[in-house]
């Protein structure tokens, strides 16, 4: 452990007496690193690529709505565009599924055509009216109609009519349906068409449900964390009661959905409702029967861990009371949502930058200009996608010390009343002030993890179909072998952010520290997070079947002509997520709590002097443990030996 900073000597938890400046290295680098992040934006910007991107650019490299420079090489470029400001494609609907760029002709033009364009003479009247010529720039438009090269430089017929982006001002077909097929071709999973159109439209019909289903699903989590708050005494119970009649009644009414679907199916229906009807019948039937799997799995995870839940629930009534004190901890989610969703706009335009940064260079193929980046500069690509998952991570991981200095704040504190009237903004302010260079190191150690997984993922799916299936079980195990240990880390990460919270010591110290007091309570640490965290899912269950079962409910007016399958999906996941973001901060809450009462009990035993700082619960808690080891040990009652927390209390 001599790499982490061990010393060789044990060393003694000391809560929030010295703080100090740590891993000030890791924080050098992170900035020096933000500082290449910084160079990649400003040289897209600086090669013209930001008028291109926002402009466009047509096939000859001249940028929309400005004069261009003469191209070497390149026929029909510098040419003075400042009245022609959008990007009109000759063939929009022929793309490259591989690498996702349209296979056609771009020019600049003066305006998008707002009305079908039928034949040439339609083209002709058109750039003589407001002098906009969809043809290629060496074509008069008196020559459109009997120019023999017309079917290659002027754009395919008929021309749908089109509008301009908001801010990416290209001519945009107002029929989508070229955006559809390339939607189908995507979707390799489909072998007919016509479903996935059914699919979409069932989306667009059911819009409003899906908007409002979310909004239900919101609601719900709220709500969740307030009985979370008020009534964490019977939440335990009373969420596993709910949770399992909910379960079993979705899965009832599943069940009768699919036979009341099954038997209003009729073939003498028209044939678009049969097929929808259909449709219908085979989802409801696949939910069902992942339901029904589901809920069995449930209950036995319930029978086994029935007797395991008193230190979960002990814990549960001290988190509710620390939300009381901390109320603020609730909006955590939100702020950090906030932050990655600004961070992931400015790097997806970074990244559209970088698409068209670069040189002009001719494509021999096409005879078509793009612009490349060569040599050193093609690597900024990688160096951005790196930036992307590190500052996410280390973003994510600024959530996890701000809830953990706060919680680890009001644990240790004596006298409640003597707690800072802004208890979240003083984590923070502590957080920048001393402890950036740890939350940098942690998220750094997972982004080395989670990019070979990444890799490996891409891989894998780009074998699917191939013979060699030893190489793609391997690499799905190697896959798999990455996930848990980036699940490990994390989990890992977390602690030593507590510990750092306590004892404002470095990542690899408070790591070790932090490893070392969940080692000798593997049995405790097992619980809480077999225990507590099967309850917090089960409160993410409840969220997602209430709203599906809404859900279904919902659907089942308009059966007629929506198809189930992608609404309730979407419906599902976004309510999982909104219910993962609050119970997330709940669930972290509740691991600072465990790690500070490990400390607690191990450096006190109530004694004179050396006090407790735990909740009265939770001393209620450990001495009710003690009386019953003493009980059991005087009855001789089992043979097994209770293993005691240091300092005192049984916690099994």
Not at 11 to 34: A, G, Q
Not at 46 to 70: F, M
Not at 300 to 306: A, I, K, N, S
Not at 316 to 323: E, G, L, Q, W
Request: overall charge positive; proline content about 4%.
């Amino acid at each position: 452990m001599g790499c982490c900073g061990s010393t060789g000597k044990k060393r003694d938890w000391k809560p929030l007496e010295d703080r100090k400046c740590t891993d000030i290295p890791w924080l050098i680098l992170f900035f020096l690193f933000n500082v290449g992040m910084l160079f990649i934006a400003g040289f897209a910007i600086s090669t013209g690529a930001a008028s291109r991107l926002i402009s466009g650019y047509d096939s000859y490299g001249n940028t929309c709505g400005q004069k261009n420079k003469e191209i070497p090489g390149i026929e029909l470029s510098g040419r003075d565009q400042t009245q022609n400001k959008y990007v009109f494609f000759l063939d929009p609907c022929n793309i490259n599924i591989v690498k996702s760029k349209i296979n056609s002709v771009a020019l600049c033009v003066s305006r998008c055509p707002e009305t079908q364009l039928k034949t040439y003479e339609d083209l002709r009247a058109f750039a003589q009216s407001n002098g906009s010529h969809l043809c290629s720039y060496e074509l008069e438009p008196s020559s459109y109609p009997s120019d023999p090269n017309k079917a290659s430089k002027c754009p395919k017929l008929p021309v749908p009519p089109s509008k301009s982006l908001p801010v990416f001002q290209r001519c945009t077909p107002s029929d989508i349906s070229c955006y559809a097929k390339f939607a189908e071709a995507l979707t390799t999973f489909v072998s007919d068409n016509s479903v996935l159109h059914r699919v979409i439209a069932g989306v667009m019909t059911s819009k409003e449900i899906i908007m409002g289903l979310c909004l239900l699903s919101l609601v719900l989590s709220i709500i969740l964390m307030g009985v979370i708050r008020f009534i964490s005494a019977l939440l335990v119970w009373l969420l596993t009661a709910v949770v399992v009649l909910g379960s079993l009644g979705g899965t009832g009414a599943l069940w009768w959905l699919y036979v009341d679907h099954r038997q209003s199916v009729n073939a003498t229906m028209p044939a678009n409702e049969l097929a929808v009807a259909k449709d219908n019948e085979k989802a409801l039937l696949i939910y069902a029967i992942a339901a029904t799997i589901f809920t069995a799995i449930l209950l036995l995870l319930l029978f086994f861990m029935r007797k395991r839940v008193a230190l979960t629930i002990a814990l549960f009534r001290v988190a509710s009371k620390v939300f009381g004190y901390l109320p603020l901890l609730v909006l955590q989610p939100f702020w950090t949502f906030l932050t990655l969703m600004l961070f992931w706009v400015y790097w997806i335009a970074v990244l559209l930058l970088l698409g068209t940064a670069g040189s002009p260079v001719k494509n021999n193929q096409t005879d078509l200009v793009e612009f490349q980046m060569h040599g050193p500069l093609q690597y900024m690509v990688w160096y951005h996608a790196f930036g992307l998952i590190w500052i996410s991570e280390f973003i994510l991981a600024c959530q996890q010390m701000t809830i953990a200095g706060a919680v680890v704040t009001y644990y240790f504190t004596r006298d409640k009343s003597q707690l800072s009237m802004t208890p979240i903004l003083t984590s923070v302010l502590r957080l920048m002030r001393y402890h950036i260079g740890t939350v940098v190191k942690g998220a750094f150690i997972i982004t080395l993890v989670e990019i070979p997984r990444l890799i490996l993922t891409y891989i894998h799916s780009q074998l699917k179909g191939q013979e060699n299936a030893c190489a793609r079980c391997m690499l799905k195990a190697c896959v798999c072998c990455l996930w848990c240990l980036e699940k490990c880390l994390a989990y890992l990460n977390q602690n030593a952010y507590i510990a750092t919270a306590i004892n404002s010591t470095s990542f690899c110290t408070s790591a070790r520290d932090a490893f070392i007091i969940l080692a000798e309570n593997a049995l405790r640490v097992a619980t809480i997070n077999s225990v507590g965290d099967f309850v917090l899912f089960l409160g993410k269950v409840l969220i997602v079947s209430c709203t599906a079962f809404a859900g279904m409910l919902s659907l089942n007016y308009q059966r007629e002509y929506t198809v189930w399958v992608l609404p309730l999906i979407i419906v599902c996941v976004f309510a999982f997520l909104v219910a993962h973001c609050f119970l997330s901060v709940f669930e972290m809450v509740v691991d600072v709590l465990f790690l500070c009462f490990a400390v607690d009990c191990k450096y006190n035993d109530g004694s004179p002097g050396s006090e407790y700082y735990m909740d009265k619960a939770l001393m209620e808690f450990v001495e009710s443990s003690m009386k019953a080891e003493a009980e059991e040990k005087r009855d001789g009652g089992s043979s097994r030996e209770m293993k005691p927390m240091t300092g005192g209390g049984t916690l099994a």
